[in-house]
């Protein structure tokens, strides 16, 4: 997190271009379809929110998994009924297990899904649903309709470019993923990934594994792996029951056979697992950062989200936000001073008081949005060699309330010291192949994963508790400490 990003011309003006296309043919289903968007512009709107969403959740360091994973995605896109789109796949540095499609072929798995897998084939399941959502235009078609609610409201708050509406959490693209796909379209995806992928001789089956994974890992307790795969998907078990009474007959098509599980559990050994800390992370309500060696405290009880381009905290009420970044400036005073020159900002106070013995530069300011008046605080911290940005502001009406609690967070920068903060490691994944025959308990204590539990254990290794494991199965473990900095 915490990389100096331009913004982003924000997708929406892309969107809000005005050409209505009406009708198109369906390169799947051969219909004809409404939508607003030619091929080029559709693949022009996926390459602008594929920059947003790599910059925003980054992409996760492995150059040989992402060539092989390339490879296949590769592979699979071209037996689709849009070989020639320009297909890009991406494994995102993202701890939560999730994958998604954005219009024009551009694809993602993140290190989270990939640690919950066990064999080739249940990603090429993934990604051959994934290529599906493209080839049948789900997401040009849902853009469409969200689109024509859409027009009319207006780009929204864009007077400062700093200030945005609350709840609006991250970049322009990522506000594409929230958009659902719909039951329909979820089916119509699982089918065509099954073609797909047997078209590379991949077992289908194995996509059955991967929903009853996602239907026990929605159950799990681990909250920060919440995977919202899920949230847009019809029930998992479903999908896997209907997957199997399609493929468990005698149809030609689903007689594929890859199913390889050590070779895949091979590419994971040694990958991030959870959370990546030194990217920095949440105790509570306080951030630390061990690389760039400081933290924040945020009010309490706030939502917050640590991602690439920014710290974000959110009051429960939504009605105040506190956030935090890094400015290009050398100088607090003058990265102040060109905050304070941004358009439709009044300011009302400014200090250059010092935070916790840091050279600082502080202001109080008023911006009149398109719906509302905000009034927030802005300080410029100097801390080894970067300058911080901390941006508290809250609606008029509720500055009142919120102003101590925001007073007090734009201010509580302060360095680190703690080698138990500073010298933190990310978990990772480890591979154990077993000597006996052994219960999943067994295994579990023989091999410990000492930060998570015996449920999570076997869902990534695709074993139920009191199930026997095999002597020679390859196990991953999860090695590792807990995070510090608990109070
Ligand atoms: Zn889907």
Same mark, same amino acid.
């Given at each position: ?169 991250? =970049? ?58 899920? !949230?847009?998907?019809?029930? #998992?078990?479903? +999908? ?14 689903? +007689? ?20 990546? #800390? ?24 706030? +939502? ?8 974000? =905290? ?39 008081? !010092?935070?916790?013995?840091? #050279?600082?530069? !502080? ?18 911290? +100097? ?101 510090? =900095?608990?109070?």
């Amino acid at each position: 997190m915490l990389r100096q990003i331009p913004r982003l011309i924000p997708i929406l003006a892309l969107i809000l271009m005005p050409v209505l296309q009406g009708c198109a043919v369906n390169p799947v289903t051969g219909q004809r379809q409404f939508v607003l968007f030619t091929e080029r512009q559709e693949i022009e709107m996926g390459r602008q929110a594929d920059q947003d969403i790599s910059a925003s959740l980054g992409v996760y360091e492995d150059p040989e998994l992402a060539r092989w994973i390339d490879e296949m995605g590769q592979a699979m896109a071209a037996e689709s009924e849009r070989p020639d789109l320009p297909w890009t796949f991406r494994v995102l540095d993202d701890p939560t297990i999730n994958a998604f499609a954005l219009p024009g072929g551009y694809i993602y798995v993140t290190r989270g899904i990939l640690a919950h897998l066990t064999s080739d084939a249940e990603l090429a399941g993934i990604v051959g649903h994934e290529i599906g959502h493209v080839t049948a235009r789900h997401g040009i078609t849902r853009v469409s309709r969200a689109q024509l609610a859409q027009v009319g409201l207006g780009l929204g708050m864009i007077l400062a470019p700093d200030l945005r509406p609350f709840g609006e959490a991250a =970049g322009a693209g990522l506000q594409l993923l929230f958009l659902s796909n719909s039951r329909d379209a979820e089916r119509e995806a699982d089918d065509l990934g099954l073609g797909y992928m047997s078209a590379e001789d991949y077992d289908p089956r194995a996509v059955a594994r991967v929903f009853e994974m996602l239907a026990r890992a929605s159950g799990a307790e681990d909250g920060d792996r919440i995977p919202g795969f899920l !949230s847009t998907h019809p029930d #998992p078990l479903d +999908r896997r029951d209907r997957i199997l009474a399609r493929t468990t007959g005698d149809d030609p098509e689903f +007689r594929g056979t890859r199913d390889d599980r050590d070779g895949f559990l091979q590419r994971l050994d040694g990958m991030i697992f959870g959370t990546n #800390p030194r990217e920095g992370f949440f105790r509570e309500n306080v951030f630390f950062h061990p690389d760039m060696a400081f933290r924040l405290d945020y009010p309490r009880g706030w +939502r917050t989200a640590n991602t690439r381009d920014e710290v974000q =905290g959110v009051s429960g009420e939504q009605d105040a936000v506190v956030l935090l970044g890094l400015v290009q400036e050398d100088s607090p005073s003058a990265a102040r001073q060109r905050f304070l020159a941004g358009q439709g900002i009044e300011t009302i106070g400014r200090s250059d008081q !010092s935070v916790n013995g840091l #050279p600082a530069a !502080s202001a109080e300011f008023r911006v009149q949005g398109e719906n509302a008046t905000f009034r927030g605080y802005v300080v410029f911290v +100097r801390h080894q060699d970067r300058t911080f940005r901390m941006l508290g502001y809250a609606t008029q009406a509720s500055w009142n309330a919120r102003q101590s609690a925001l007073s007090q967070a734009v201010r509580s920068f302060q360095p680190v010291t703690d080698r138990a903060i500073l010298d933190v490691q990310p978990r990772t994944i480890e591979l154990v192949r077993t000597q006996n025959q052994m219960t999943l308990e067994g295994f579990h204590q023989r091999h410990p994963s000492p930060t998570v539990d015996l449920t999570t254990v076997g869902v990534i290794n695709g074993f139920r508790s009191g199930d026997v494991i095999p002597a020679g199965t390859l196990m991953k473990r999860v090695v590792g400490e807990p995070l510090p =900095g608990g109070e």
